[in-house]
């Protein structure tokens, strides 16, 4: 019989109490907050009314500044002023490098891998910077909601590999939040239309930014979502738009490439207030001050903005084919597509959309704020406030997950595109006789050799107990929780014997690596395949070479006379030789040519050994 609870004196038992939880949008441009209030999803406003927070932090001698005040001197104090941090979370000092030299700040690298941006302030990761801002989002919610948060659910790109995830969790954990979930943003876009409740089928989520564009498949399955996939491009988004029509003014006005830095500022502005206009009016007039103090009078129509952003909407289309065929969709079978971000106010974007997927995008929800609705919506049911309304969102491991085999071999464990939460398990064994521990390197990436994929993790399985090569059983596990996060584990079954890690890798991928990766995959099968036949040969040769030089050692004298003994040799070191050349097909007639010179000192061996082991014994211990 269940036993009835009965809380605790002075605590109280009511059944209903409305936990306090709240969804953020992390941006790379803009941040929010937003939260479930009387069963509607809003944002949440600061004191002054403004919903978007800009992702910028400046750092001063004495403090820091988040937001708007931040993001108004960032051209001012560029050095200071941490602008995109996002790009650089769960990144190491090499990826950074290969972001471009665009960014201003100065970089130190400590004894760890994770890059810190040098400022007044003192030396800053991504992860400090990222803090900040999720602190200023928290203070805003909470003194809208009259409360503490209990828990929150942060949103990250689909794309987002584990450094990327967990230096996002860090970000939280520094910021002193409890993390219900992350969730990834078009997964959450879809939640705030209510597409999950609706009926099954697939849609498309188009994600486009400041300074980003992602593009996810999204498949509702009897009410779990999957990402089917996702695509994009890391530099392409508002600003782009903002660079076409700074241009096309510069060329009316008939300003010079070497114009100052204060004048391209001033142009910059005036072109994205132009083209901010355009979706409201069909004109925007421009009047920019020039150096001398005059101004340029000029008006856009947005016929003609139309035409400067089409080969830059154009752009963001491939991304999406390449998005479809990795779903193995074609653009019919799309039923919904959602508008995100910013730029997606542009009515051509919207058109454009609208033609290639052949349906009309949903744009109801404010594009800007549709993450974090979904987030919030998603924290509600986390925290329990709705008890019988628990959502289990599936999403999907952007690159292939796998362990390195003999060889400098990469044995894929979880394919690219796997449903997570996932946990697969694969048997392997020892190499050598009596081999005591196992290494595991853990990789990342669509590549057969090692050397080409992205090493995530090393550990030793040890303590193996002594057997011959190939008698243990070893079984690496390796599971993919909801938030993205990989956790691998090997264990020697006759023994019990078992490791493991979290797999917290010190860097992360760019998201053109992944992209890169992923065509390198395609372009290179043909080679990989032949590479992996050659080092599968490789290692089958050196396992025939070890295992025969240790017969010759052990017993050669005995059982072979000069002659036999020579010409055993004479063809062990062809393989040899062979074995160091490129052509596995080679390889493999040389193994089987020495086989077959050894077949009789291989029955002399057994024959040896059941003598060797009968000796001492009675004939009848045998029947
Ligand atoms: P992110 O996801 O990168 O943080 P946002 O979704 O906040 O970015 O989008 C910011 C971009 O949206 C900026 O380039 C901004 O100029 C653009 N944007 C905002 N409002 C409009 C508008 N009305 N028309 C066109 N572009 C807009
Ligand atoms: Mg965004």
């Known amino acids: 019989m269940a036993l009835l609870q009965l809380s605790e004196p002075g605590q109280s038992a009511a059944p209903h109490q409305h936990k306090l939880a709240a969804g953020i949008d992390l941006g790379t441009t803009n941040s929010l907050v937003a939260s479930v209030r009387s069963a509607e999803a809003e944002t949440l406003p600061d004191a002054e009314g403004r919903h978007r927070l800009p992702s910028v932090v400046r750092y001063l001698e004495d403090g820091v500044v988040v937001g708007h005040a931040a993001k108004a001197e960032a051209v001012s104090d560029p050095l200071n002023t941490i602008v995109s941090a996002k790009r650089l979370l769960g990144r190491g000092v090499e ?60 949103t990250v790109p689909a794309y987002f590999d584990d450094a990327q995830r967990q ?93 100052g830095h204060a004048m391209l500022r001033r142009l910059m502005r005036d072109a994205c207030a132009a083209k901010e206009a355009l979706t409201e009016s069909e004109t925007a007039e421009i009047k920019l001050e020039l150096d001398d103090g005059s101004h340029w009078d000029g008006s856009l129509s947005r016929e003609t903005f139309n035409q400067l952003v089409e ?70 049911v986390l925290a329990g406030n709705k008890p019988d309304g628990e959502m289990l969102l599936l999403d999907v491991n952007p690159l292939s997950l796998g362990i390195e085999t003999m060889g400098g071999l990469v044995e894929k464990i979880i394919p690219r595109n796997t449903t997570i939460p996932v946990a697969r398990a694969q048997e392997f064994t020892t190499f050598k006789d ?21 090493s995530l993790a090393r550990f030793e399985l040890r303590g193996i107990p002594p057997m011959v090569a190939g008698a243990a059983h070893i079984r690496v596990t390796f599971s993919v929780d909801a938030d ?38 395609i372009d290179y099968a043909q080679k990989d395949l032949e590479a992996r036949r050659l080092r599968e040969e490789q290692v089958e040769a050196e396992r025939v070479i070890e295992a025969l030089q240790s017969a010759l050692n052990s017993d050669g004298d005995r ?50 050994s059941v003598t060797q082991a009968m000796s001492g014994h009675s004939v009848e211990e045998f029947e």
């Open 484 to 521: 993205g996060l990989l956790h691998v584990e090997a264990e020697e079954k006759s023994s019990g014997v078992k490791t493991g890690i979290e797999v917290k890798p010190s860097y992360g991928l760019t998201d053109n690596e992944i992209e890169g990766m992923l065509r390198d995959s």
């Open 167 to 259: 230096a996002t969790k860090d970000a939280a954990k520094l910021a002193g939040l409890n993390v219900l979930r992350l969730l990834n943003e078009p997964t959450a876009a879809a939640v705030a239309y209510g597409l999950d409740s609706g009926s099954d089928g697939i849609h498309a989520i188009y994600d486009l930014g400041g300074g980003t564009f992602d593009i996810s498949i999204l498949r509702l399955n009897r009410g779990v979502f999957e990402v089917l996939s996702t695509g994009g491009d890391s530099a392409l988004g508002g600003d782009d738009f903002d660079q076409v029509v700074a241009e096309w003014i510069m060329q009316q006005a008939g300003i010079q490439d070497d114009a």
């Open 559 to 608: 059982l072979l006379n000069a002659e036999e003994r020579q010409q055993v040799e004479t063809q062990l070191a062809r393989l040899v030789e062979i074995a160091r050349a490129d052509d596995h097909i080679q390889i493999k007639r040389e193994i089987e040519a020495l086989e077959k010179v050894c077949e009789f000192y291989v029955e002399r061996r057994m024959n040896a």
């Open 311 to 380: 080969p830059l909407i154009r752009k963001t289309l491939g991304p999406c084919r390449r998005a479809l065929r990795d779903a193995g969709l074609g653009a019919d079978e799309i039923e919904d597509v959602v508008m995100v971000g910013g730029s997606t106010r542009v009515l051509r974007v919207r058109e454009m959309v609208g033609e290639f997927f052949g349906a009309e995008p949903l744009t109801s929800i404010d594009p800007d704020r549709v993450v974090a609705v979904g987030a919030a919506i998603q924290a509600d």
């Open 434 to 454: 009596g081999q005591t521990a196992l290494a595991v390197h853990v990789l990342q990436g669509e590549r057969e050799m090692v050397s080409d994929c992205r």
């Open 95 to 154: 990826d950074i490098k290969s972001l471009g030299e665009r960014l201003p700040y100065e970089f130190r690298q400590d004894h760890t891998a994770v890059p810190r941006i040098h400022t007044v302030g003192g030396d800053v990761t991504p992860v400090e910077v990222s803090a900040e801002i999720l602190k200023t989002l928290t203070q805003q919610a909470e003194q809208t909601l009259g409360g503490e948060l209990t828990g929150v659910v942060i």
